[in-house]
């Protein structure tokens, strides 16, 4: 199974929005609504963002939201921070116990 | 607070043998799923296995099925990865996470680091 799809960049200036897609297949991400979104920092482990398409786990700013159409899910992040400034992982349910991540998309802050 | 403490990485020899370790604390660790995930430097994600919370279901990418064995010991809060056989192409800084349901991790550890290098 290949991993999902996701620009290799994106960026925006402070304030305004920006927003990331994951594109899979009928197999996962258009499959399940098993879509997780992961922010990590350099140096650092990944962070839970957004769980099963467009839940916010506890902590996480209400500028972070994810949705899904067909097989691509979408991380959009609203009045952007310095402190977004990060790269950025999908992940995909795809059956049978299989877990894919996209290859990650790193967002600069102008 | 919720933590996870991974150790045992360190430098390898190619066909040589690692065995990891997760020491977590702050939650009822038995009623939670745990996975390790991996990164390659430079490189993105790659979820290679997962235990569920009483030890009895096990599952591992293909990349290391046949090679890498995860157990769990709940008396001890502990999660294990025996990884045998070790090739170049295993080097990453290994993660182990929390998985409470959904296919999704909401805590992580802070690594440790593997390196597979003659």
């Known amino acids: 199974q290949s991993a999902l799809t996701q620009p290799p960049s994106a960026s925006g200036s402070p304030r305004q929005s920006v927003t990331i897609s994951c594109t899979g297949t009928s197999g996962d991400v258009g499959g399940y609504d098993y879509v997780s979104w992961y922010q990590q920092h350099p140096g650092k482990a990944p962070k839970l963002m957004i769980y099963?398409?467009?839940k916010r786990p506890s902590g996480v700013p209400d500028r972070f939201s994810g949705s899904k159409s067909g097989n691509t899910a979408s991380l959009t992040v609203s009045g952007l921070q310095t402190e977004d400034e990060a790269d950025y992982y999908c992940s995909s349910y795809a059956g049978g116990n299989n877990l894919l991540f996209g290859g990650g998309t790193k967002l600069t802050v102008l | 607070q919720v933590q996870l403490v991974e150790s045992g990485g360190g430098v390898v020899l190619p066909g040589g043998s690692l065995r990891l370790s997760c020491a977590a604390s702050?939650?009822?660790?038995?009623?939670?799923?745990l996975h390790w995930v991996r990164q390659a430097p430079g490189r993105g994600l790659e979820r290679m296995t997962g235990i569920s919370s009483d030890g009895s279901n096990k599952n591992y990418a293909d990349s290391v099925k046949g090679r890498f064995t995860i157990s769990r010991d709940n008396s001890k809060n502990t999660v294990f990865l025996q990884m045998n056989n070790l090739r170049a192409e295993d080097t990453a800084v290994y993660y182990c996470?929390?998985?409470?349901?959904?296919?999704?991790?909401?805590?992580w550890g802070q690594g440790t680091l593997v390196t597979v290098s003659s």
């Open positions: 996470a929390r998985g409470p349901g959904g296919w999704a991790f909401d805590h």
């Open positions: 099963e398409v467009s």
């Open positions: 702050g939650f009822t660790f038995w009623i939670y799923d």
